[in-house]
């Protein structure tokens, strides 16, 4: 299985779904959270947050660019490029030490960078769109540990 569809129709459905990747992700992972302004990006990071057990405060991380929690061992990392101008900004800002095998990254708008810069690959792509008061969801695997977790998001 290389995708997953599923209709979101309440916030509680987002929220739902980003807790039930809490339990297939694995460090080193990359997701990319693709959708416009509203889509429910930030909501999804909450719900994978929540289902990982963190209980503080989920923010958006529009104009910090990066949100840093610390969940057990992990550190996740929540990144925003959406105010990027230019695909070079992910190198200059520093943050290709964060992508790496102890860390999970989710990134916000990841077509404002570019793997040039330093942006890998994504394991999941997560795709939201705003379908009347609801939303939709599509995730594309696009490794291994992507298609992994893919299969096991099926049993749920």
Known sequence: MTEFTRPLPAE??????GCALAGCIAPGMV????????AGKTTLARGLLRGMGYEGKVK???????EVYEVSRLYLYHFDFYRFSDPQELGEAG???????QSVCLVEWPEKSNKAAGLPAADLRVVLHVAGSGRNVTIFA???VGHSCLKRLQTL
């Open 95 to 101: 943050f290709r030490e964060h992508f790496n095998p």
């Open 12 to 17: 509680a459905d987002t929220l739902a779904l």
């Open 31 to 38: 997701i990319y959270l693709i959708g416009e302004l509203g």
């Open 60 to 66: 958006s991380p529009t104009f910090t660019l990066v």
């Open 142 to 144: 696009d490794s291994e």
